[in-house]
């Protein structure tokens, strides 16, 4: 699910960004630091919207550089466990799917994946598919999904998920 939210961050300059564009390169290095990166406790900052403010530097002791405390409004993405999502698939082998949801890597185990679909090493790309050939679910394809659980690290999120639900699988 999307946020949108008020963060804080630090920006420690050297002191040669010192001069007229100082507030400029405060900012531009807020999106560059910012920007696609992962906090366990808030999910992937998609988006730096609104910069509050942009407090008093304070310089660092014996060093030279300057600490700038910047609070941020972004837009994170943040999955939790019954989510129903759109996925690409990236990779299709004989213990299940693993997909991308965005910055988020997801894996559907075979045995999350409708028993009326078999793994089939054989074809080319390798597949998951009905016995009829109804429903092939391949690499690159988009599968609707539902999460079932998340594993938060301090700099990443990963999720598991499944296929086993009403109107899951492949979106046509």
Known sequence: ???HISLDHEIVL???YFGPQLMDTVKQKLFTEV???????YGFVIAV???DSVGAGLIQPGEGFVMYPVKYKAI???PFKGEVLDAVVTQVNKVGLFTEIGPLS????RHSIPVDMSFDPNSNPPCYKTADEDMVIQ???EIRLK???TRVDASDIFAIGTLMDDYLGLVS
Do not use: A, L, N, W
């Open 1 to 3: 699910m999307f946020y």
């Open 14 to 16: 050297h002191p040669r």
């Open 35 to 41: 920007e696609g990166t992962c906090t366990g406790k």
């Open 49 to 51: 919207t609104t910069i």
């Open 76 to 78: 994170v993405f943040r």
């Open 106 to 109: 997801c894996f559907i185990s």
């Open 139 to 141: 690499q690159d394809d």
């Open 147 to 149: 999460i079932v659980g």
